[in-house]
């Protein structure tokens, strides 16, 4: 029959967003779900032998076949439909619902596939960080200008910046080892959120499906959003940082200080000598539509009461499913874009001084020779104003200084602030720790490669949990299924 408006207009559409999300996870959660039954007795077994032959056969399945036919509102339901065609009996006689709701299933499968979606993009991103510290390290003594407000500000270095990025890569998969296991919490078993008289057990539930523990509250195991918001925030947290990076990387490329690859390069319609590196800018647009996500997902848990109702449904869900994809692409692209970085013409010491962004050596040389520095900023202000720092002399430095009131300098003093300026280079030796310098740089990308790998080490522990309760259940289904107890 033809679909009313509201099942065309919104139960189709929100069928065809969720379904290749959750129906498998459901699945896998609705095996937990009878084994458990069935050794606390609350299912024969004789019929959870059915049951789970059922599940066994869908799962089997190479093609799930996900299309809206109108016979059901929602892939709860299909589910439901499918498992009693599979295990040759009616809906009517179905079990697996016992002692569990549409609300703690829904929550419960939320978190294992935002579980999985983490796991992925704290892969992307260590891989991403570990290939800038392996170019910070190579390229710490590769000298250009940094910028402020997108104007010459002081020398710095390619691996400055490439190790600084690597931090920033660090902190969000740090976060998103928390938000990992922020999530990773076992709401099945709450039901619609007062649980049940029935002797289910929840601890059983969140070992078979992978969870590190199980819920305190079943109100705010299938209320709470703090996992979605979350969740949310760290994708658009990983684009926002990630897109000010490609940003600064298409500056580089357009100025010749680094090679545009041409991997990540189109060509123009009409001028065959563009290169364009289009790449870059979609990466900024992702981080918009990250933003917006992230903005959904915030507006529509806080139009919400504090209950199951538009917080744990698939209007934020798909939210968060779009920017994990998003969030994938962009780390992806990045890591492939970090590792193709290599100088092209970077700035010669000459070019960075006539920019200016020496001037700050000077005034501080200044200052270490005892003028006061409010003083000696004064003076370096005034002589930029007069001429280039190329062009300045020993005697110009002093009669600056002299007309600004501020006595005589040693001539060494001017010699030393002049060097100062002259020689953009010196900052690769600078010995502070975080700095420029080419060996505080090779400190700093040490320091982000060794946190990746232990980061990557401490998801892998998450990686290996899932896979051993996936064994635990398959085994426990097994046992089910041949007639013993597992």
């Known amino acids: 029959m033809p679909l009313s408006v509201y099942w065309d207009n919104h139960l189709r559409v929100a069928f065809e967003e969720s379904a290749p999300q959750l129906y498998r996870p459901m699945l896998h959660a609705s095996l937990a779900h009878v084994v458990m039954l069935a050794e606390q007795g609350l299912l024969p077994a004789d019929r959870a032998g059915r049951l789970l032959g059922g599940l066994r056969t869908l799962l089997s399945a190479e093609d799930d076949e996900l299309a809206f036919d109108g016979s059901v509102e929602d892939v709860y339901y299909l589910t439901e439909q499918r498992l009693a065609k599979a295990a040759g009996i009616k809906q009517s006689e179905l079990d697996v619902q016992l002692a569990r709701s549409r609300n703690d299933l829904d929550a419960g499968v939320f978190r294992m596939v935002l579980r999985d979606a983490v796991l992925e993009q704290a892969a992307q991103a260590c891989a991403a960080a570990e290939i800038a510290a392996e ?9 250009i200008t940094g910028l402020t407000h997108r104007r010459p500000a002081q020398p710095t270095s390619l691996g400055h910046v490439l190790a600084g990025y690597g931090e920033a890569l660090v902190s969000q998969v740090r976060e998103m080892l928390s938000v990992y296991d922020e999530l990773n919490v076992n709401p099945l078993g709450s039901c619609a959120f007062a649980g049940t008289d029935l002797p289910i057990s929840v601890d059983r539930l969140t070992t078979l499906l992978g969870f590190r523990t199980s819920f305190t509250s079943s109100y705010e195991a299938v209320a709470g959003a703090e996992h979605l ?50 790449v870059l800018e979609h990466m900024c647009s992702m981080a918009g539509a990250a933003a917006a996500d992230l903005a959904a997902t915030l507006n529509n848990v806080g139009v919400a009461w504090y209950e199951d109702s538009n917080n744990a449904t698939t209007d934020v869900q798909k939210h968060l499913w779009r920017a994990n994809d998003r969030a994938l692409r962009f780390l992806t692209l990045m890591r492939g874009l ?36 409010r003083g000696a900023h004064s003076v370096v ?13 020993e005697d110009l430095v002093a009669k600056a200084i002299e007309e600004a009131g501020l006595g005589d300098v040693d001539g060494t003093a001017v010699r030393a602030a002049l060097d100062a300026g002259l020689r953009p280079e010196r900052v690769l030796d600078r010995p502070q720790v975080g700095g420029p310098g080419r060996d505080a740089v090779r400190r700093t990308a040490a320091g982000v490669a060794e946190a990746a790998r232990s980061l990557s080490n401490e998801f892998a522990e998450r990686r290996l949990a899932l896979r051993q309760a996936e064994d635990a259940l398959r085994a426990a289904v097994d046992g089910r299924l041949a007639g013993t107890d597992q």
Do not use: F
């Open 135 to 143: 170019q910070a390290d190579r390229y710490a003594d590769v000298l």
């Open 229 to 278: 918001v979350r969740a949310a925030t760290v994708q658009a947290r990983v684009l926002a940082t990630g897109a000010r990076m490609a940003r600064t990387m298409l500056d580089w490329m357009t100025w010749q200080w680094i090679v545009t690859p041409e991997a990540y390069c189109q060509g123009s319609s009409i001028m065959p000598q563009k290169k364009n590196p289009v």
């Open 338 to 373: 970090l590792s193709e970085i290599t100088p092209l013409t970077p700035p010669a010491p000459e070019d960075v001084v006539a920019t200016g962004a020496t001037t700050t050596a000077i005034a501080e040389a200044l200052a270490g020779a005892g003028i006061p520095w």
């Open 381 to 393: 202000g005034a002589l930029v104003r007069e001429a280039p720092p190329a062009q300045w002399t």
